[in-house]
């Protein structure tokens, strides 16, 4: 099992950058897959979600009509487009895939995005 985050970067505050996750080795299209990030000295916490088959999305407030999942099964990829980013978004974005019956979930290696001037 593979979740690989490529995108991220140092980009400047009201800028964009489009995460992708490319999955390998499970059903992506039968997993719900979710978008975490980690900044220095914080916990995780869940950014983003979409359901297996991306009729569901969800995100946290702090990111709300800034950011956008997506995915597309055909490719094994989901996506995450981040627009209007702020320094407060800067952390390690990382994938996860998790199964809506309750199994084991996978987790890619992360990638920085930083914001900053």
């Known amino acids: 099992v593979q979740l690989v985050e490529s995108g991220g970067g140092l980009v400047q505050p009201g800028g964009s950058l489009r995460l992708s996750c490319a999955a390998s080795?499970?059903?992506?299209?039968?997993?719900?897959m979710n978008w975490y990030r980690q900044a220095p000295g914080k916990e995780r916490e869940l950014v983003a979600l979409?359901?297996?088959?991306?009729?569901?999305?969800n995100y946290a407030d702090s990111v709300k009509g800034r950011f956008t999942i997506s995915r597309d099964n055909a490719k094994n990829t989901v996506y995450l487009q981040m627009n209007s980013l702020k320094p407060e978004d800067t952390a390690k974005y990382y994938c996860?895939?998790?199964?809506?019956?309750?199994?084991?979930?996978?987790w890619g290696q992360g990638t920085q995005v930083t914001v900053s001037s």
């Open positions: 996860n895939a998790r199964p809506p019956w309750g199994g084991r979930d996978y």
């Open positions: 979409i359901s297996s088959a991306g009729g569901t999305t």
């Open positions: 080795g499970f059903t992506f299209s039968r997993y719900h």
